[in-house]
């Protein structure tokens, strides 16, 4: 009986120590996202260029210890005024993983 007992609570501790890992973080939802560069050309039709480079880096979650570090270029092209007549972005992400040593 002791010996059902002890292999009980021995179970019991390795079970709650792979519960939660020692480096858990909490999740980061909130995005960093911030604009590396910035720059408005005039175009010899009075036309403006603007390109704006952004980065962004998500935390660390709690259980897969990843994060995703994404960047993004956006050329825009305005008319004297400042209207935009036309747009496009280029995105791309990155997901990276911590982990023991490999």
Do not use: H
Request: aromatic fraction near 6%.
């Amino acid at each position: 009986m002791k010996r059902v007992l002890l292999f009980i609570l021995v179970l019991c501790v390795m079970l709650s120590a792979f519960a939660a890992p020692a480096n858990a973080q909490t999740p980061d939802t909130d995005s960093n996202e911030k604009i590396v560069s910035r720059t408005v050309e005039m175009l010899d039709d009075g036309y403006l260029l603007e390109t704006v480079v952004t980065e962004e880096i998500t935390g660390v979650t709690a259980r897969a210890n990843e994060y995703v570090r994404a960047g993004s270029v956006t050329r825009n092209l305005k008319n004297s005024d400042g209207d935009v007549l036309w747009s496009f972005t280029l995105t791309k992400s990155l997901g990276l993983e911590s982990g023991f040593g490999r």
